[in-house]
């Protein structure tokens, strides 16, 4: 995943322009026509509190791969932030493995940052470095928040505002490691769009207990979600909790 930090700023044409993934296609240009075959690329409003969309198609299987490769060898305990010293420290609430990667670690990695960067209109050098995480059975996060809740490092670097997760694997059916939003409310798909129903779709048999019923996104190697942790205000926004389903099968990156 990759977290955002510092205040936002306004859209940069230059950024913009470099999320043309397809000759002719522009990020407002996406194709949205149900029957559409292939890896195209399309984004998916899935709920306005919190703001959050799902850019289907984001990253190739070969970009996905790339990164697993980069952090592989260097995955150490994940930990969480102190609410109070700001200090980070292991945690029965997180129990993924995970590796920051350089800020334009390489070419590869420099193209995703602006990629990430047109999608959320944010500047890549707002931006902390990726951090690769892997969960295997069992391992997951508890729902939290993204904000810092610590004056510490929002002195140091700015609050966070949003975050983008890159979902570099497949997860097995009835896999679990569905990322939630327990306070999210649902957004329901408009007729002849790929969109679809999310809440009569977080029912059905394959949601696993963690997810069932709420607003939550499975995770599809190559898909990118986005969501606000703060309102159009800058206030922080309790709807952006959010967590991360124990892995029931297999793994997830």
């Given amino acids: 995943p990759r977290l955002e930090g510092g205040e936002g700023e306004s859209a940069d044409p230059e950024a913009e322009a470099k999320l043309l993934l397809y000759p002719g296609e522009s990020f407002y240009n996406l194709p949205r026509i149900a029957d559409l075959g292939?890896?195209?690329?399309?984004?998916?409003?899935?709920?306005?509190?919190?703001?959050?969309q799902v850019y289907h198609n984001?990253?190739?299987?070969?970009e996905?791969?790339?990164?697993?490769?980069?952090?592989?060898?260097?995955?150490?305990?994940s930990n969480v932030v102190d609410r109070t010293t700001g200090k980070s420290h292991a945690s029965n609430v997180r129990t993924s493995t995970g590796h920051f990667l350089l800020r334009d670690q390489?070419?590869?990695?420099?193209?995703?940052?602006?990629?990430?960067?047109?999608?959320?209109?944010?500047p890549a050098d707002h931006g902390e470095g990726m951090q690769i995480l892997h969960y295997t059975e069992g391992q997951k996060y508890d729902p939290h928040f993204d904000y810092f809740q610590d004056q510490e490092n929002v002195k140091n670097g700015g609050q966070r505002m949003a975050t983008v997760l890159l979902y570099l694997s497949d997860v097995e059916a009835e896999g679990g490691g569905e990322t939630?939003?327990?306070k999210g409310k649902f957004v329901h798909g408009d007729p002849g769009t790929p969109s679809y129903d999310h809440e009569?779709?977080?029912?059905?048999?394959?949601?696993?207990?963690?997810?069932?019923?709420?607003?939550h996104v499975k995770p599809r190697r190559g898909d990118a979600l986005l969501f606000w942790s703060t309102t159009?205000?800058?206030?922080?926004?309790?709807?952006?909790?959010?967590g991360g389903c124990p892995v029931r099968k297999g793994h997830k990156w």
């Fill in 38 to 52: 292939g890896e195209v690329p399309w984004v998916e409003q899935i709920s306005w509190e919190p703001r959050a």
């Fill in 58 to 62: 984001f990253l190739t299987p070969q």
């Fill in 106 to 122: 390489d070419p590869t990695v420099t193209e995703i940052e602006e990629r990430i960067a047109a999608f959320s209109m944010i």
């Fill in 180 to 182: 939630i939003f327990p």
């Fill in 200 to 215: 009569a779709a977080s029912k059905l048999p394959g949601v696993t207990p963690c997810a069932r019923g709420k607003l």
């Fill in 232 to 242: 159009m205000s800058g206030a922080a926004d309790e709807s952006s909790l959010h």
């Fill in 64 to 77: 996905c791969n790339h990164l697993i490769n980069l952090a592989a060898a260097h995955m150490k305990t």
